[in-house]
């Protein structure tokens, strides 16, 4: 599994913008970027954590990918109610080449809930991968990245914004 210190792979694949248009995407802005996995659309778990994640954009860019198609993503975006005004871009990993560059595929052949945090370099300065069933913590994720962006040494339980050592 690609870690902490590693360069994120290049992709290209196709994806729903914050228009619900689809579009095709080939690379990782200039910015700090949350890249996070879930299973499936159309799944129980997944629009607590998505509708959650879109919260972070304030703070970097986010971006959720399934190995679900690019039709499937803007069909459920525009029918659940918790993702049909959706600020993130979903993108559509099919044939699950990043998800396999990453390796993060579970034994049931679906992406496992892996977020990478990535620097404007493209490098991942944070991995956290929960197994299907569990769902993240946005708040945690936004409090890594804060701390991350502070580029000081960062106590334990630090909350954002909080003080450096």
């Known amino acids: 599994m690609k870690t902490v210190g590693d360069l994120f792979p290049d992709f290209s694949m196709q994806g729903v913008n914050e228009n619900n248009e ?3 995407v080939d690379v990782l802005t200039n910015d700090w970027t949350v890249v996070y996995f879930y299973p499936k659309d159309f799944t129980f778990i997944c629009p607590t954590e998505i509708s959650a994640m879109d919260r972070l954009l304030e703070e970097a860019d986010v971006i ?21 005004k959706l600020n993130q871009w979903s ?17 049931e052949g679906v ?10 370099h493209n490098i991942i300065q ?4 929960n197994n299907l069933n ?9 409090r890594i990245l ?6 000081e040494l960062c106590p334990c339980n630090r909350p954002v914004g909080g003080d450096t050592i």
């Open 22 to 24: 689809i579009i095709p």
């Open 64 to 84: 959720g990918i399934s190995g679900d198609n690019e039709h499937c993503k803007l069909a459920w975006r525009r029918e659940h109610k918790d993702l049909n």
């Open 91 to 107: 993108f559509a990993d099919t044939e699950g080449t990043l998800v396999d560059a990453l390796g993060i595929r579970s034994d």
């Open 111 to 120: 992406a496992l809930r892996a977020t990478f945090i990535v620097d404007p």
């Open 126 to 129: 944070h991995v956290s991968v």
């Open 134 to 142: 569990v769902g993240r913590n946005p708040k945690e994720t936004l």
């Open 146 to 151: 804060d701390a991350l962006q502070t580029d």
